[in-house]
């Protein structure tokens, strides 16, 4: 049973840095893939970023690229996301997420497993 938890949110103010860590815990084989998604009250849960795990290579939303880094801890079973210049409108709350299916990771839907979420909060 994969189990993935999310650490690392907080209040910040407009231009601030924070960083979210997802610990995955209970799986032996790495997952095809890892994504951080985020929702905002009223709106679509949105797909920020995501890390392939096989050959590492990541993509970004165009709403978070240059300002956002995913990276991974293949030792430490961790996932890793760096946000800097954050605006007010990265308020949500943020989640983890992975998948071994192709399908769910090429589409960014019906992931298997999440975490709990982390609340970050941004400030003008």
């Known amino acids: 049973q994969v189990q993935l938890v999310e650490s690392g949110g907080g209040s910040v103010q407009a231009g601030g840095s924070l960083r979210l860590s997802c610990a995955a815990i209970?799986?032996?084989?790495?997952?095809?893939?890892m994504v951080w998604f985020r929702q905002a009250p009223g709106k679509e849960r949105e797909g920020v970023a995501i890390?392939?795990?096989?050959?590492?290579?990541?993509s970004l939303a165009d709403s978070v690229k240059g300002r956002f880094t995913i990276s991974r801890d293949k030792v430490k079973n961790t996932l890793d996301l760096q946000m800097s210049s954050l605006k007010p409108e990265d308020t949500a709350m943020y989640y983890c997420?992975?998948?071994?299916?192709?399908?769910?990771?090429?589409?960014?839907?019906?992931?298997?497993?999440w975490g709990q979420g982390t609340q970050v909060t941004v400030s003008s």
């Open positions: 890390i392939r795990t096989g050959d590492g290579s990541t």
């Open positions: 209970g799986y032996t084989l790495s997952p095809y893939c």
């Open positions: 997420a992975a998948d071994y299916r192709t399908y769910a990771c090429f589409s960014l839907t019906s992931f298997r497993y």
